[in-house]
Protein backbone atom coordinates (compact mmCIF):
# COMPACT_ATOMS: atom_id res chain seq x y z
CA UNK A 1 0.00 0.00 0.00
CA UNK A 2 1.34 3.45 -0.41
CA UNK A 3 3.76 4.93 1.99
CA UNK A 4 1.98 7.73 4.41
CA UNK A 5 2.96 11.32 3.66
CA UNK A 6 1.61 13.98 5.73
CA UNK A 7 1.51 17.16 3.46
CA UNK A 8 -0.20 19.56 6.32
CA UNK A 9 1.35 21.91 8.60
CA UNK A 10 -0.12 19.53 11.50
CA UNK A 11 0.57 15.88 12.91
CA UNK A 12 -1.84 13.42 12.01
CA UNK A 13 -2.84 10.13 13.37
CA UNK A 14 -3.32 6.92 10.52
CA UNK A 15 -5.85 4.59 12.45
CA UNK A 16 -6.81 2.28 9.38
CA UNK A 17 -6.23 1.57 5.78
CA UNK A 18 -7.46 -0.98 3.80
CA UNK A 19 -7.69 -1.90 -0.32
CA UNK A 20 -11.10 -1.57 -1.60
CA UNK A 21 -11.95 -3.10 -4.90
CA UNK A 22 -10.44 -6.87 -4.19
CA UNK A 23 -10.79 -8.51 -7.68
CA UNK A 24 -12.08 -12.04 -8.16
CA UNK A 25 -9.16 -14.52 -7.43
CA UNK A 26 -7.66 -12.49 -4.28
CA UNK A 27 -8.72 -12.79 -0.68
CA UNK A 28 -7.38 -10.02 1.67
CA UNK A 29 -6.38 -12.70 4.86
CA UNK A 30 -5.41 -9.57 7.34
CA UNK A 31 -3.51 -6.02 7.29
CA UNK A 32 -0.58 -4.80 8.84
CA UNK A 33 1.51 -1.93 9.74
CA UNK A 34 5.57 -2.18 9.80
CA UNK A 35 8.11 0.40 10.71
CA UNK A 36 10.56 0.67 7.71
CA UNK A 37 13.61 0.29 9.65
CA UNK A 38 12.78 -3.35 10.95
CA UNK A 39 11.34 -4.73 7.32
CA UNK A 40 15.03 -3.08 5.72
CA UNK A 41 12.75 -0.84 3.45
CA UNK A 42 9.62 -0.92 1.96
CA UNK A 43 9.48 -4.33 0.35
CA UNK A 44 6.92 -4.84 -2.81
CA UNK A 45 5.20 -7.76 -3.48
CA UNK A 46 7.03 -11.07 -1.04
CA UNK A 47 6.00 -14.27 -0.76
CA UNK A 48 5.89 -15.83 2.31
CA UNK A 49 8.83 -18.19 3.33
CA UNK A 50 11.12 -16.68 0.71
CA UNK A 51 14.53 -16.11 1.93
CA UNK A 52 14.34 -12.09 1.90
CA UNK A 53 11.06 -11.91 3.11
CA UNK A 54 10.64 -9.73 6.11
CA UNK A 55 9.44 -11.81 9.09
CA UNK A 56 6.42 -9.56 9.69
CA UNK A 57 4.87 -11.75 12.77
CA UNK A 58 8.32 -11.16 14.53
CA UNK A 59 7.80 -7.00 14.40
CA UNK A 60 5.92 -4.66 15.77
CA UNK A 61 2.58 -3.93 13.92
CA UNK A 62 1.66 -0.53 14.42
CA UNK A 63 -2.00 -1.12 12.97
CA UNK A 64 -3.91 -2.35 16.15
CA UNK A 65 -2.88 1.27 17.77
CA UNK A 66 -2.40 3.46 14.48
CA UNK A 67 0.98 5.46 14.17
CA UNK A 68 1.61 9.19 13.70
CA UNK A 69 3.08 10.76 10.81
CA UNK A 70 4.77 13.86 11.56
CA UNK A 71 3.83 17.49 9.62
CA UNK A 72 5.39 17.57 6.30
CA UNK A 73 7.19 13.92 7.11
CA UNK A 74 6.98 10.79 4.83
CA UNK A 75 5.88 8.15 7.55
CA UNK A 76 8.44 5.50 8.93
CA UNK A 77 5.34 3.11 8.50
CA UNK A 78 3.42 1.70 6.31
CA UNK A 79 0.61 -0.87 5.75
CA UNK A 80 0.74 -4.28 4.07
CA UNK A 81 -2.28 -6.36 2.56
CA UNK A 82 -1.13 -9.80 3.21
CA UNK A 83 -3.15 -11.85 0.52
CA UNK A 84 -4.26 -14.89 -0.87
CA UNK A 85 -5.01 -15.94 -4.28
CA UNK A 86 -7.74 -18.33 -4.46
CA UNK A 87 -8.31 -18.41 -8.46
CA UNK A 88 -7.70 -16.94 -11.74
CA UNK A 89 -6.81 -13.10 -10.82
CA UNK A 90 -9.40 -11.00 -13.41
CA UNK A 91 -7.93 -7.28 -13.05
CA UNK A 92 -5.67 -4.89 -10.91
CA UNK A 93 -6.46 -3.67 -7.50
CA UNK A 94 -6.43 0.52 -7.64
CA UNK A 95 -7.41 2.09 -4.62
CA UNK A 96 -7.27 1.58 -1.36
CA UNK A 97 -8.56 3.67 1.91
CA UNK A 98 -6.56 5.37 4.64
CA UNK A 99 -8.65 6.84 7.74
CA UNK A 100 -6.44 9.06 10.22
CA UNK A 101 -6.92 11.41 12.89
CA UNK A 102 -5.72 15.30 12.95
CA UNK A 103 -6.67 16.77 16.12
CA UNK A 104 -10.27 15.58 17.22
CA UNK A 105 -11.66 15.25 13.47
CA UNK A 106 -11.31 12.01 11.70
CA UNK A 107 -10.90 11.63 8.27
CA UNK A 108 -11.10 9.14 5.39
CA UNK A 109 -8.87 9.30 1.72
CA UNK A 110 -9.17 7.21 -1.09
CA UNK A 111 -6.21 6.76 -2.74
CA UNK A 112 -4.71 5.07 -5.97
CA UNK A 113 -2.90 1.90 -5.40
CA UNK A 114 -2.31 0.17 -8.21
CA UNK A 115 -1.48 -3.58 -7.64
CA UNK A 116 -1.08 -5.95 -10.65
CA UNK A 117 -0.89 -9.99 -9.90
CA UNK A 118 -0.60 -12.37 -12.17
CA UNK A 119 -0.06 -16.29 -11.53
CA UNK A 120 2.62 -18.32 -13.86
CA UNK A 121 2.00 -21.22 -14.75
Known sequence: MPLPT???DR????TNAEVLDVPQGIEVIGYGAYNLEDTQGLPLIVPEGYP???KYREFKDYSKEGFTVKSKKVSDVFYVAHLRVTGKIQRNVSECRFEYRQGEVVYTQTLRCGLELRLKK
Do not use: A, R
Open 11 to 14: DVKI
Open 6 to 8: NMS
Open 52 to 54: YTP
